[in-house]
């Protein structure tokens, strides 16, 4: 009897075996894998060019002619002179004049001051006078100087600075070209040479011309013109 029953157990179980076997087993598909990558930006349409900003310009310096009252009367110059008496400006009136406000301490001056005495003698009969304001110096010093380089032209002496400043000539040499109407026409700063002495003095001596004693060579004579 029990034979029978574990007989009949195992007829089931094969039976259940075979039944497995033969059923399909269904395919799972994979999961779908997943990227950690940053997706991409969206594209992004490009800005409208920008055009460079432009520098704001600079201010414009003073101008030569606001730095040495071109165009302006002349203010007043009234300074002792070297050797004795007064140096007054307004006594020149009708007169062009060319003012140097100088200091033996300055090497400028020591270049200037021969090649002033040379324009001082060529245009001695236009009526043309140089003066020239020591400043913040004594008269044994200032004196000393015009004597060793030969000045032709008066010299004064502004030993406190005053009429420095009330030139506006704040650093030396400072020149000042001024009409016989006692207006200034032009002027200049630091050591200058025969190029700006003679475009200078055009302004108050227009057939002044170049200098031709500084290093000019004389001109050719025009050529003979042929028969």
């Given at each position: ?19 497995v076997a033969s059923t399909p087993v ?150 000042y070209w001024i009409d016989a109407d ?46």
């Open positions: 009897m029990l034979a029978g029953v574990i007989a009949g157990l195992a007829t089931v179980a094969i039976v259940i075996g075979v039944l269904p395919v799972v598909p994979p999961a779908p894998s997943v990227s950690f990558a940053s997706p991409s930006p969206a594209p992004v349409s490009p800005s409208p060019s920008v055009p460079a900003a432009t520098a704001e310009p600079s201010a414009p310096s003073p101008s030569t002619a606001a730095l040495f009252h071109v165009g302006e009367p002349a203010p007043a110059l009234v300074v002792p002179r070297v050797g004795g008496g007064t140096i007054d400006l307004a006594t020149l009136r009708g007169r062009p004049v060319w003012l140097n406000f100088w200091g033996t301490y300055c090497p400028s001056c020591v270049d200037e001051f021969p090649l002033m005495n040379g324009y001082a003698a060529r245009h001695e009969g236009a009526g043309l006078v140089i003066l020239a304001i020591d400043v913040r110096e004594d008269e044994a010093t200032a004196a000393a100087f015009a004597t060793r380089y030969g000045a032709v032209f008066p010299v004064g002496l502004d030993p406190q600075g005053a009429a420095a400043r009330a030139w506006d000539a704040v650093l030396l040499p400072v020149h006692g207006v200034i026409r032009a002027g200049a700063a630091g050591g200058i040479g025969p190029d700006e002495m003679d475009a200078g003095l055009a302004t108050i001596l227009p057939a002044s011309g170049p200098s031709p004693s500084i290093g000019a060579s004389p001109s050719a004579p025009p050529p003979t013109p042929a028969p």
